[in-house]
């Protein structure tokens, strides 16, 4: 019980924190309410699952052999936030969302796989709580990990929904899109300032 009690405590404050998947369905719930955000919270969701899964049967132990493989991956990260940054930019002040939205299921599926911040979190909760070759472990924490992951990502939408009303004229929309977009690609930044890349 104090196992699962531990897993709990750490996938909630990994996911309810801060980070570019919070901020995006933040903002989207803003503009667009929070039954067209919740096909990207359970992409997002599948995608760390899927993430903390393969770090668990040992996709780590290559990952930090092969150090180009990380910088790789956060490069693919960083080119995808800053489509999503430009996304935000583009965006119109309309408080209806679009049909064609790019932001949905597959979105949040690609984010999270190419989230170095994921796969750091993924390394660290299955050294700390999954046992080596311990696969009914990695299970359990999985999809505990995953239900809160999806319940503290709703909660993020849920707050931006209730925001919604604050941010009803058009010219607060477009100003909340463009603050996501720098946001987004103030985390680019600092994901390639901590890069290692050896010439």
Known sequence: MSALLAMSLYA?????????????????AVKDGVGRTIPFVVGATLGFSSVLFCAGVGLNLLIQKYAWLTNLVALLGCGFICYLAIQFFRSGSNLQSSSNSQIGVWSGVALMILNPKAWLAAIAGTSLF?????LSQ???????YGIICFLSLSLWAIVGKKMSDIFS???YITSLNRITGVLLLVVCGYVLIGLNITL
């Not at 909630?12 to 989207?28: A, D, L, Q």
């Not at 990695?138 to 505990?144: E, G, K, Q, R, T």
């Open 12 to 28: 909630f404050s990994m996911s309810i924190t801060p980070g570019p998947v919070n901020v995006i369905i933040f903002s989207r």
């Open 130 to 134: 999954v046992e080596e070759g311990q």
């Open 138 to 144: 990695l299970i359990v924490f999985v999809c505990l």
């Open 169 to 171: 004229l058009s010219r």
